[in-house]
């Protein structure tokens, strides 16, 4: 059974930094490329950065220079470094785990989120 737990949100204010980890069970993790997305009510969910297997990273263009993602494959963990945080970046955060090659649900495996609410 594939499980993603998402951990670390919670209130910060404005400027304030958090981590967010993402422990990875049930998957061979150093052959999925990870991600982290983040969806608000009512909004589709987005990416906010990306990790490959060779640890090419990808970044929404909102948080470069703000978050880092990274990967710890000896522990099946990602994370989501996340800094100078902003009122927008309230939301549910999500892990996701896509394996290379391609098998598994579409989209590949998501977590239940966590939430991050940033205050002014």
């Known amino acids: 059974q594939v499980q993603l737990v998402e951990s670390g949100g919670g209130l910060v204010q404005v400027g304030g930094s958090l981590t967010l980890p993402c422990a990875a069970s049930?998957?061979?993790?150093?052959?999925?490329?990870m991600g982290w997305y983040r969806q608000a009510p009512g909004k589709q969910r987005e990416l906010v950065a990306s990790i490959t297997i060779g640890r090419v990273t990808n970044y929404a263009d909102s948080v470069k220079d703000r978050f880092t993602i990274s990967r710890e494959n000896a522990k099946d963990m990602a994370y989501l470094q996340l800094n100078s945080l902003k009122p927008e970046d309230t939301d549910v955060y999500y892990c996701?785990?896509?394996?290379?090659?391609?098998?598994?649900?579409?989209?590949?495996?998501w977590g239940k989120g966590t939430l991050v609410t940033v205050s002014s």
């Open positions: 996701n785990a896509q394996p290379v090659p391609a098998y598994g649900p579409a989209g590949g495996y």
């Open positions: 049930g998957i061979i993790f150093g052959l999925n490329n």
